[in-house]
């Protein structure tokens, strides 16, 4: 099972700041088939970035994905007040399916 | 629209069985992959299952492998998780969730509202 291990567990920042998320993971993520959601309470989760890199449609740009191999990041380049919430990255090849334990962004 | 809608979710016994159910609509269901992801109270995000289009292809996550079972009814567009041997640990919010595309390998780009299951005595 491929383990994806997600950093800070917690990231409190203000609004307008540049948030960086890493999600590392215990073998290499074949073809970079690498995704990040986000999560707010009581909502479902919401598709940001699929293949490492390429942001879902209707997402906007302030969201970038990268990496590869092991190590993948998330940016949000400046915060807006709806980013704050949980963000989860996913491998979505190898079976079984695994997610991060989630990195929750905070207003500080 | 896509719509994924779930249904079923209750309070159960441990030991006892639930089957979810999870209504497609806005897509044409029977070209896609489906998948289970639930989520513990307060805890992140775990995937349950999948099932390939035509019902042929299926996997499980270990911790439910032999006590649930994914099916699927193309004519009547609905997705199910059969949940046998329940335990408390299985208490969770149940989503479905559908692939960006048709092939296997896709993240869950759409997801249900979630249904509650809930183990207790």
């Known amino acids: 099972e491929i383990v994806l291990t997600q950093s800070p567990g917690t990231l409190s920042l203000s609004p307008g700041e540049r948030a960086t998320l890493s999600c590392r993971a215990s073998q290499s993520v074949s073809s970079s088939y690498l995704a990040w959601y986000q999560q707010k309470p009581g909502q479902a989760p919401r598709l940001l970035i699929y293949?490492?890199?390429t942001r879902a449609t209707g997402i906007p740009d302030r969201f970038s994905g990268g990496g590869s191999g092991t190590d993948f990041t998330l940016t949000i380049s400046r915060l807006e007040p709806e980013d704050f919430a949980v963000y989860y990255c996913?491998?979505?090849?190898?079976?079984?399916?695994?997610f991060g334990g989630g990195t929750t962004v905070e207003i500080k | 629209e896509v719509q994924l809608v779930e249904s079923g979710g209750g309070l159960v016994q441990p030991g006892g069985s639930l089957r979810l159910s999870c209504a497609a609509s806005?897509?044409?269901?029977?070209?896609?992959?489906m998948h289970w992801v639930r989520q513990a109270p307060g805890k992140g995000l775990v995937w349950v299952s999948r099932i390939n289009s035509d019902g042929t292809s299926t996997s499980y996550a270990d911790s439910v492998k032999g006590r649930f079972t994914i099916s699927r009814d193309n004519a009547k567009n609905t997705l199910y998780l059969q949940m046998n041997s329940l335990r408390a640990e299985d208490t969770a919010v149940y989503y479905c969730?559908?692939?960006?595309?048709?092939?296997?390998?896709?993240?869950?780009?759409?997801w249900g509202q979630g249904a509650l299951v809930t183990v207790s005595s």
């Open positions: 996913q491998q979505y090849v190898t079976l079984p399916l695994t």
């Open positions: 806005g897509f044409t269901f029977s070209t896609y992959w």
């Open positions: 293949g490492a890199s």
């Open positions: 969730a559908r692939g960006v595309t048709v092939a296997t390998i896709s993240p869950c780009v759409y």
